[in-house]
């Protein structure tokens, strides 16, 4: 007996030492535990505003990648209902980069595609509401990934199914439920197999953390003794929350869903606490065997244990009988498998990690959990995804082209900001292979054009929209003795051509002819300042697009031009924040003036013109007629290429099209690529009406060889844009009448000098008074007092004497009488406006003076007469 009783005492010695062990291990393991998770990627939210230019489909797309459900009345946030062009609106709580924002309700309507009557919740009056943003992935695939939530969000209805179907005993027992495990023999002996198991929550818990799951009675002996330990140092809620985000419920690849919080996003692209019970149902159900009864695989098996769970919940009266037959009628109501993607947005992707490497490491991106908020607009990105893999198949099978030969990408950019708005790499757009947005450098032919035409704008002594372009054969012999003899599209000259129509017409001929008069390298820079930085050839070919670039360079080329000169670096990235959505680091928008405002407005209008007139017309049958749609197409050798790039006032948008293989396509640049473009553009929202020019442009008419056309003395011509430093030459036919001449130049008129020609008008950088501008002004003040003096002694008495040579016949003289009567009169009329000019320009001086000094300040100073396009 006392051997025995020493044996048992050794025992309880060892087993408390050995449990002594355990509990350092699991608190060590419990306390110091951090989830290793991956960065969780975000849309921009869409933020609605009274006046703004909004589509009810793109609004369905945002409330769609949000994953809100139509209901009426609303119930909870996610949520939203119509009534009409009425939209009610539940936002959820969400933390932005800039801070959280609760949930909150909005009403508004749409009409005419501009949104009004924007209201919060009591009725008041707001000018904007932004919505949550839209989980769009996570960032590298691969390993354990999880959404974890804490107790306080976890459904009640969840947590309590979740008890009744694995652990009816959670709340009594102290981590090994004995009648637990009596339940399960029993059920186990009737069915003459394993169909119940007896572990506890608990039990299931320090499975997942520690054990693998393969069974051993060591592995039993040891579960069943932390289990008891946990029980002893954590509260049960803790212990619930923690088998919430441990439990494993589905896999995608590599990649591992942990959790109840990823597998509601997984499953079903909802967060958790908006779960329908028959959801949850699901999900609870999953926790049994995750690939056994996977939804997608097997759904006969999944729906089949969801209804089982259904029938527990109403065993249990978690759900009422009614309920019951209402959720076990409905089909499983999962996503489908291409939209559970970890990364359904490859292409923008791929460029958001570059953003990011500079900044964060790998294992920073893998493991540390940063949210990551981006500037996609998941309605924009739909839309693009749509168009391009819609309209290629349908291309493919217009034109007789073998199908699935075909391959696109597309980039669309926000103009002010830079912001990529949509990208998308491949046909497939969830195919994460070879992203052509950002790796397929192809040849852009003549979208290189652009940036010839503007370096000649850019010397407004030399050249205008209106000046004729030589558009004839050209020969180029380079000191290897190769030939360069680039012809035009049907193997036609055109002749002398105006600047603006050569591009709209895109004239091979004439665009090499001006190129090389302005000279490579110069053409070179202004590519350079566009804010193209891959290389450049130094060849004439180089002028027609022999350069390769990807449509992400392109985009950002095109951009500059849309947004007036001014380049902003395309960006994917705003912000982000650590695991618990403190803002780490934000990332500002970056730009730089690389072309002045007047050439830049100057090249804008030529490639209006080739959306008119030119060879973008043919889209215009499908785009709206009040919105200043400009671009320009592009077309390689033996049609390789198909391109089309081209902006709004707001969106810039370029797609490309062709083969991998580089073979040909038979495609233009018009009859493949633009058809994909005017879809997209079709489909978003525009700013309608003129784009305003800036300081330093008049429009004139002219006639086609350039020549101004002054509206005083004939009528017609072309109106144009020209830059304030560009002198027209008059038009022979607008000279006015010759025969009185003689008389207008006897009182100083100057219209045959300076009306019927367009002024060059110096410009004066800024608000102040330029010492050389003051000088110009003083002097044109003497001038017109010395037409006030002269006009003054003409009006002596004794002038009329002066002898007129009437000939003698009476008709031609009474004829002669009145002519000289009208110029008079002509003469009293401008002697007044001389005197309303002088004194308008004294007042003009006096402002200019005030504004400088600041007695005035600039926003309530008056502007000048004409506009402030016509300042001085």
Not at 318 to 344: F, H, K, M, W
Not at 751 to 765: G, L
Not at 804 to 816: A, F, G, Y
Request: with cysteine; aromatic share 8%; net charge negative.
């Amino acid at each position: 007996m006392v051997r025995l009783g020493l044996l048992a005492l050794v025992g309880v010695l060892a087993l408390a030492a050995y449990m002594v062990y355990l509990d350092v291990q699991l608190r060590e393991r419990l306390d110091s535990r951090q989830y290793q998770l991956p960065a969780r990627v975000f849309a921009r939210p869409l933020v609605l505003r009274e006046g703004m230019a909004l589509r009810p489909d793109e609004l369905m797309a945002e409330f769609d990648a949000l994953s809100y459900r139509e209901k009426k009345p609303l119930t909870e946030p996610g949520q939203w209902h119509r009534e009409g062009m009425e939209f009610r609106v539940w936002r959820r709580d969400f933390a932005h980069a800039d801070g959280r924002e609760p949930a909150a309700q909005v009403t508004f309507r749409l009409r005419n595609d501009e949104l009004s009557n924007l209201r919060d919740e009591a009725g008041n009056k707001i000018r904007e509401f932004r919505l949550d943003a839209a989980p769009i992935g996570t960032l590298l695939g691969g390993g354990d990934d999880r959404n974890p939530v804490r107790f306080a969000d976890i459904p009640p209805l969840l947590a309590n199914t979740l008890i009744a179907v694995e652990d009816q005993d959670f709340l009594h027992h102290f981590g090994v439920s004995p009648r637990g495990i009596a339940r399960a023999m029993i059920a186990n002996i009737k069915a003459g197999a394993v169909v119940q198991g007896g572990s506890t929550i608990t039990q299931q818990l320090v499975k997942n953390i520690f054990f693998d799951h393969k069974p051993s009675l060591q592995r039993k002996i040891n579960e069943a003794l932390m289990a008891i330990l946990m029980e002893l140092h954590y509260e049960k809620p803790y212990i619930l929350q923690e088998y919430i985000n441990e439990v494993w419920l589905g896999q995608q690849g590599s990649r591992a869903i942990y959790g109840f919080g990823l597998a509601s996003e997984f499953y079903f692209q909802k967060p958790l606490d908006t779960l329908e019970p028959h959801e949850m149902a699901l999900l609870v159900g999953l926790a049994k065997g995750a690939s056994y009864y996977n939804p997608w695989r097997h759904p006969k098996r999944a729906l089949e244990r969801r209804n089982t769970v259904l029938e527990v919940m109403k065993e249990q009266g978690l759900i009422t009988a009614e309920q019951y037959e209402d959720y076990r009628a409905r089909p499983l109501d999962v996503a489908s498998a291409g939209a559970a993607a970890q990364n359904p947005y490859p292409a923008f992707t791929e460029r958001l990690l570059e953003e990011l490497r500079p900044y964060y490491s790998y294992e920073e991106l893998r493991t540390a959990g940063l949210r990551i908020y981006t500037t996609l607009s998941p309605s924009v990105q739909k839309l693009a995804e749509d168009a391009v893999s819609e309209r290629a198949e349908q291309i493919e099978k217009d034109r007789g082209i073998q199908a699935d030969s075909l391959q696109a990408a597309t980039v669309l950019l926000d103009n002010n900001s830079g912001n990529v708005l949509a990208m998308v790499g491949d046909r497939r757009p969830n195919y994460p292979g070879f992203n052509r947005a950002l790796e397929a450098r192809r040849q852009v032919g003549s979208l290189i054009k652009p940036a010839v035409f503007l370096t000649a704008l850019e010397r407004p002594d030399q050249y205008s929209l209106a000046t004729p372009i030589e558009d004839a054969p050209i020969r180029v012999e380079g000191d290897n003795g190769q030939v360069w003899m680039p012809s035009n599209f049907g193997n036609r000259s055109h002749g002398p051509t105006p600047l603006y129509l050569a591009l709209a017409k895109s004239y091979n001929q004439a665009t090499a002819r001006l190129g090389l008069d302005l000279g490579l390298e110069n053409v070179r820079q202004t590519i350079r300042r566009l804010g193209v930085q891959a290389d450049l050839p130094r060849v004439p070919a180089m002028l027609l697009g022999a350069v390769e670039l990807t449509p992400f360079e392109v985009a950002g080329m095109y951009q500059t031009m849309a947004n007036g000169g001014e380049h902003v670096e395309p960006r994917t990235l705003l912000a982000v924040a650590n695991a618990d959505g403190e803002q780490v680091q934000r990332f500002r928008r970056r730009s730089n003036r690389g072309v002045d405002a007047v050439p830049a407005y100057l090249l804008r209008f030529a490639l209006e013109e080739v959306m008119r007139e030119g060879t973008g017309k043919s889209a215009m049958r499908r785009l709206p007629s009040s919105v200043a749609f400009a671009g320009k197409t592009g077309t390689t050798n033996d049609y390789r290429d198909s391109w089309f790039a081209g902006f709004s006032p707001d969106v810039t948008a370029v797609v490309w099209l062709g083969r991998d293989d580089n073979e040909r396509t038979s495609l233009t640049g018009a009859t493949g690529a633009l058809t994909i473009w005017a879809e997209i553009m079709r489909k978003l929202p525009h700013r309608h009406g003129r784009v305003e020019p800036p300081r330093g442009v008049e429009y004139k008419p002219v006639n086609e060889r350039g020549q101004y056309m002054n509206p005083e003395y004939c009528e017609g011509g072309t109106e144009l844009p020209f830059s304030y430093e560009t002198k027209l030459e008059p038009a022979p036919e607008c000279r006015g009448r010759e025969r009185f001449r003689w008389f207008r130049d006897l009182f100083g008129d100057d219209r045959d000098s300076q009306d019927e020609t367009a002024p060059r008008q110096e410009m004066t950088p800024g608000w102040g008074v330029d010492p050389e501008e003051e000088q110009r002004q003083r002097e044109r003040e003497r001038q017109l007092q010395e037409q006030l003096r002269r006009d003054d002694e003409l009006q002596q008495p004794g002038w009329e004497d002066e002898p007129l040579q009437l000939p003698p016949d009476e008709e031609e003289e009474i004829r002669q009488e009145d002519l000289w009567q009208q110029e008079e009169r002509r003469a009293e009329e401008e002697r007044r406006l001389l005197q309303e000019r002088l004194e308008e320009e004294e007042r003009r001086r006096e402002e200019l003076r005030r504004r400088d000094e600041g007695d005035v300040p600039v926003e309530e100073a008056e502007p000048w007469p004409g506009g402030e396009d016509q300042w001085p």
